[in-house]
């Protein structure tokens, strides 16, 4: 007899036995409303039968073309098509199989490129699980704990996390960006760092935005010193946010574009963007893997893409992110902080929503957060946490989410909310 680890933790009792668009549907036949998307991956909804249609013709065709020993068309084609959305300039493609070793690909690239040795990252960043990815994570000591010492050469700084400091956006991004400063004249000189690397919506860290004048603040210092910007779209990308790239409201303007979970409709399939003549600057041999590129997988992003496009999920992600907001803040109203505590912000951008629970002093409170998602849980809806304390409980439905489907959504969070606070 042999069992799953007992340490993976899984946030729902639900055994999925089929999906089909918003909802899943458990071995009773009971269907669970999925604002989970696969921690925003099935985009497209599951099971979308463009993205079903594609997969199965090429698993019946050729379902693994190793891509450092032979080249298969889906991957051409997806390489060629992922130009129509990446950003300008960034024509060069690096595909494995998960955002961690993607965000590994693009450190590897900023080192070699620039040929120095540090990276910094920002506070209640996640950038993954393997070593170097979890040497760049800062969004709780659960992932870095035990097994250290970690990756050197990663320099920490603050994140213009406004909620958390008890400040306005303007005032918490001056701080970081001046805290950037005082970090490249005190622990990793210019000189010495290859890349700053960031995300447009802190995701695990408890979706919280970054902002224009923070992303030009790096942009500027990365100009002026020689420094790589990395993006992580990982969470963010491929229209979640309502716009194609998180980075897009944000005037971004990254050197690398780290790219998975939207990509390819619940397929693994990663990917690193960069300009040519900087993807050239990586040393011949240190990008391959044995499934990088897995032509099903690319397949599947094809049609992504074509459902992306062709259903207007973009747009369709800003306008039900809008009504999604809409309904999360009134809700939040209801349940001020008061004595016993309360809802303490909303916020996020697009279909990438989050709810923050905090205690009577407004620090952060996980324990409600977590009987929050239990209880939504139960009404099937199917919701995570994130946040360092667990204090944020998220939204990210499918983007193919109707209008019906939010309200749904949100009757049910309500009645959840209610049920908890009181
Ligand atoms: N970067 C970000 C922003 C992520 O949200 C995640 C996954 N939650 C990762 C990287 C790591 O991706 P994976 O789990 O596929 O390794």
Redesign the pocket.
């Known amino acids: 007899m042999s069992a799953l680890s007992p340490v993976l933790k899984q946030a729902t009792p639900v055994l999925a036995v089929r999906g089909e668009g918003v909802h899943l549907y458990d071995e009773t036949g009971r269907a669970h409303l999925d604002f989970t998307a696969g ?1 925003g991956v099935t985009s497209t909804g599951h099971c979308h039968p463009r993205v079903v249609a594609a997969a199965q013709e090429q698993v019946a065709t050729l379902i693994h073309g190793q891509y450092t020993t032979v080249m298969h068309r889906p991957l051409l084609t997806l390489s060629e098509r992922l130009g129509e959305v990446l950003p300008p300039g960034l024509d060069s493609l690096f595909f494995v199989n ?3 070793e993607a ?1 590994e690909a693009a450190m590897r690239l900023a080192k070699q490129a620039t040929g120095r040795p540090n990276i910094v990252v920002f506070q209640g960043s ?4 393997t070593m170097a990815a979890a040497s760049m994570t800062t969004s709780a000591t659960k992932f870095r704990s035990g097994y250290g010492p970690l990756m050197p050469g990663v320099a920490v700084a603050p994140f213009p996390n406004a909620f958390h400091y008890g400040w306005d956006e303007e005032t918490a991004t001056r701080f970081a960006l001046r805290e950037l400063d005082q970090l490249l004249a005190t622990v990793t000189a210019p000189a010495d760092t290859a890349a700053f690397i960031v ?1 447009p919506v802190l ?2 860290g408890g979706y919280v935005p970054a902002s224009t004048a923070f992303l030009h603040g790096l942009r500027e210092r990365a100009d002026r010193h020689g420094i790589l910007l990395i993006i ?1 779209e ?2 963010t990308g491929f229209g979640r946010t309502g716009r194609f790239w998180g980075h897009d409201h944000f005037d971004g303007r990254p050197d690398i574009v780290v790219t ?1 979970k939207g990509l390819a409709s619940g397929f693994p399939l ?1 990917a690193i963007a960069a300009p040519a003549a900087l993807m050239a600057k990586a040393w011949p041999g240190s990008q391959g893997g044995t499934y990088g590129g897995n032509a099903v997988a690319c397949a599947a992003a094809v049609a992504t893409l074509d459902v992306i496009r062709e259903e207007k999920l973009v747009e369709n992600a800003a306008e039900r992110g809008a009504q999604l907001f809409a309904g999360l803040r009134e809700v939040a109203a209801g349940h001020p902080v008061g004595e016993h505590g309360g809802i303490g912000d909303v916020r996020g951008l697009g279909l990438m929503a989050g709810t923050e629970f905090v205690d009577a002093d407004g620090q952060p409170d996980g324990a409600t957060a977590a009987r929050v998602q239990v209880a939504a849980g139960e009404r099937g809806l199917l919701l995570l946490t994130c946040g360092a304390q667990g204090q944020v409980v998220r939204m990210i439905p499918p983007l193919v989410v109707d209008s019906a489907q939010i309200d749904e959504g949100l009757a049910l969070w309500r009645a959840s909310v209610d049920a908890v606070l009181g």
């Open positions: 921690i998960s955002g961690s965000v996640f950038h993954g699980r995300e995701g695990e992580d990982v969470q998975a990663s």
